[in-house]
């Protein structure tokens, strides 16, 4: 059976409001495949950029194959996003106008075991928003203490 991975980037939800979402698969090498079916990323620190209306995940860490010897990748490089040339269209246009920004909120595999990313279209948040995430945060917490203690 197939391990499940799922790499997710918590602080995501937290820095900024998210828009809309998006499924894209990845453009990787043998490797780099190899990484992410043993769990070893992170899209901590990535972002998404547009270069020639392609999609590129900037920052992605994929780390090195540990059995390869000649034929590995690098850890943090520039990997194409494949979507819908409609939905690149949409996002692009987006990003350009509105001041937003594309971020990766989920790394995973698919049925099929091939990788795919979460992105989100995103608007940055403010001090006072983050505030306000906080204490719904602890307002719940509190609430399913008191649910548990009944």
Do not use: W
Not at 86 to 115: C, H, M, Y
């Amino acid at each position: 059976m197939q391990k499940k991975i799922n790499i997710l980037n918590k602080r995501a939800k937290f820095d900024y409001e998210i828009l809309d979402k998006y499924t894209a698969g990845i453009v990787l090498t043998g490797t780099e495949i190899k990484s992410i079916r043993l769990g070893k990323a992170s899209i901590a620190e990535s972002f998404c950029e547009f270069q020639d209306l392609e999609l590129f995940a900037i920052n992605t860490q994929i780390e090195e194959y540990a059995h390869s010897k000649h034929f590995n990748h690098k850890a943090k490089t520039e990997r194409k996003l494949l979507l819908n040339k409609k939905e690149l269209k949409s996002l692009n246009k987006s990003v350009q106008n509105k001041g937003l920004t594309i971020v990766p909120l989920r790394l995973f595999l698919n049925d099929r075991g091939l990788a795919k990313l979460e992105i989100a279209l995103c608007r940055g948040k403010k001090n006072y928003d983050k505030r306000e995430t906080i204490k719904d945060r602890d307002n719940k917490i509190n609430l399913d203490r008191l649910k548990k203690s009944f």
